[in-house]
């Protein structure tokens, strides 16, 4: 008998990842990129870069694959199982997940693309996009008419909502 953990909602979260990848890609998907795992993502915002850290662990940088095209973050690779054939004995439970991962993020249109930066260390895949120099924020000195002042409005040229 093979023990396994019960996941009651397992199904409906593989059906809402399904759908999740299907959107971001605005439609785009093919159904064999709707198979395998997606490595769960982090993804920071800061002042000067959009930070996206993939967990992959046990996953050799070799067999990863990043790109960006129509602004939209693809990671995919390719994983296998250190167990594929067990000659002895069966497992009890099996949770580290193997085969090919997909996973697609819209970027922002405040990212430079052309200026990423990747790092693999200790299973987490770093990707680095620094924001264009519209998207940050700027000082604008507004010029008073009449009592001679000025004054200093501070503020970010992007669009809301980015």
Same mark, same amino acid.
């Given at each position: 008998m093979v023990m396994q953990r019960w996941q009651p909602f397992r199904e409906l979260e593989r059906m809402q990842e399904a759908i999740n990848r299907l959107w971001g890609d605005g439609g785009a998907v093919q159904s064999s990129q709707l198979e395998g795992w997606a490595m769960p993502l982090d993804v920071i915002a800061n002042e000067n870069s959009i930070e996206i850290?993939? %967990?992959?662990? =046990? @996953? =050799? &940088?070799?067999? @990863? =694959?990043? %790109?960006?095209? =129509?602004d939209v973050l693809t990671i995919k690779g390719q994983t296998s199982s250190e167990h594929e054939e067990q000659k002895e004995g069966q497992y009890l439970l099996r949770e580290r997940r193997f085969g090919s991962f997909y996973r697609a993020v819209?970027? &922002?249109d405040v990212v430079d693309t052309e200026r990423a930066e990747s790092s693999y260390e200790n299973g987490v895949l770093t990707i680095t996009f620094p924001k264009s120099e519209r998207a940050k924020a700027k000082k604008i000195q507004i010029k008073g008419r009449g009592d001679g002042g000025s004054r200093t409005i501070e503020g970010s040229t992007s669009q809301s909502g980015q």
């Open positions: 850290k993939a %967990s992959l662990p =046990d @996953v =050799d &940088p070799e067999q @990863v =694959d990043i %790109s960006v095209e =129509d819209r970027l &922002p």
